[in-house]
């Protein structure tokens, strides 16, 4: 599922999206300005997103060798708390950007709806590495022990 999720991220990244923007570029020319910056945020959510899939990919091999609980599984634990921490701050920006310029309070609370959703995910992975610490150092002195 995940080499899936990850085909299609990179089908959106390179055909769908800029295709979508140019789209609506060409149908709206008050869209023409955006269309670029659009383009490029959308494929850096996408490509942290990508990050978030490899990070998964790899932690679920350390699972696979019983290696969870080692130093190595904290770097892919990181990246994926950067990834999601990096979407996060371009989303807040987006946020900041389409609330002080919308007409409509739709779209800026739908967003926010996005900003404490993609928060809380940060929060649900701090509280998952804060366990995974403190498992590894367990698991490391009970092997310590036998």
């Given at each position: ?82 990834a999601i921490g ?32 993609v928060t809380a ?26």
């Amino acid at each position: 599922m995940l080499v899936v999720l990850f085909g299609i991220l990179v089908m959106f990244q390179t055909v769908s999206f800029p295709g979508q923007f140019a789209s609506m570029a060409r149908e709206d020319p008050d869209f023409a300005p955006l269309r670029w910056p659009a383009t490029a945020i959308v494929v850096f959510w996408l490509l942290c997103g990508q990050v978030v899939i490899v990070s998964t990919w790899k932690l679920l091999t350390l699972v696979t060798k019983d290696r969870i609980f080692s130093d190595a599984s904290f770097k892919w634990v990181d990246a994926i708390l950067w990834a999601i921490g990096a979407a996060w701050v371009v989303l807040v920006g987006v946020f900041l950007v389409v609330g002080f310029n919308a007409d409509d309070p739709g779209v800026p609370l739908l967003m926010f709806l996005m900003v404490v959703g993609v928060t809380a995910l940060e929060l649900l992975m701090l509280v998952m590495r804060a366990l995974l610490r403190r498992a590894t150092t367990l698991n490391t002195e009970m092997q310590a022990v036998i």
